[in-house]
């Protein structure tokens, strides 16, 4: 089992750049996020899908933009990339939002923007 | 928005030492989560606590939720090399998407 698939695993833009972070998991699961992890800050919620044809701002939003493609997949782009945005990106996905949900996380894309 | 304090931030212990994390937040959670992540890689699910006082144990591993669901606990005992990596702890809300999460605490077992 697959589980969550992120795509590309590194990456460097130049800024300004745009590009789209690919995700899809193989669980059937309804819900599926997007965190950023940068040092010392912990995970971030940028967005989230609570099922399909849904999407909601989390913590971070600004600079992004998401699409809840279909149940399986859920993108994450950046229109114009800022320095700023140097980050490891996690997608993850629930099988709902009720209490005690276990999230899985992919293995993260490592994004550098110079 | 609901914080989660994580501490100790570092921790490097000897191989067969006992050793604890705490999770500590002035919100009340309808359920918490501990997460390892090894470098490199995304953050694993160890377990999920969902009610007040409620204790569980995996294998070495042992977590403990507060009474009043704000806080929480994890307890290693005889650390192994094996152990080491940053454990995370996370919260959600009753009624909430969102996860938030703690900035985790960095274990080192030295063999």
């Known amino acids: 089992n697959a589980g969550v698939t992120q795509t590309p695993k590194f990456q460097v833009l130049k800024t300004g750049q745009s590009m789209t972070l690919q995700c899809a998991q193989d669980?059937?699961?309804?819900?599926m996020y997007w965190y950023r992890q940068d040092p010392g800050m912990g995970l971030r919620l940028i967005y989230y899908?609570?099922?399909?044809?849904?999407?909601d701002k989390g913590e971070v939003p600004n600079g992004y933009n998401v699409s809840r493609l279909n149940k399986r997949e859920f993108s994450l782009r950046l229109e114009s990339a800022a320095p700023s945005q140097t980050s490891v990106y996690f997608c993850?996905?629930?099988?709902?939002?009720?209490?005690?949900?276990?999230?899985?996380f992919g293995q993260g894309t490592r994004l550098t923007v110079v | 928005t609901q914080l989660l304090e994580q501490s100790p931030q570092f921790l490097s212990i000897q191989e067969g030492e006992n050793l604890t994390v705490y999770c500590n937040s002035s919100?009340?959670?309808?359920?918490l989560q501990w997460y390892r992540q090894e470098p490199g890689e995304g953050p694993v699910l160890l377990v999920t606590?969902?009610?007040?006082?409620e204790v569980k144990k995996l294998k070495r591993l042992t977590f403990q939720f507060g009474d009043a669901r704000k806080d929480s606990s994890l307890h290693i005992t005889a650390a192994q090399p094996g152990d080491t990596g940053l454990y995370l702890c996370?919260?959600?809300?009753?009624?909430?998407?969102?996860?938030?999460f703690g900035k985790g605490t960095k274990l080192s077992v030295i063999p």
């Open positions: 899908s609570a099922s399909e044809g849904t999407t």
């Open positions: 996370a919260g959600k809300g009753a009624g909430s998407y969102q996860l938030t």
């Open positions: 919100s009340v959670f309808s359920s």
């Open positions: 606590v969902v009610t007040g006082g």
């Open positions: 993850a996905s629930s099988a709902d939002y009720g209490q005690g949900v276990d999230a899985f």
């Open positions: 669980m059937n699961h309804n819900s």
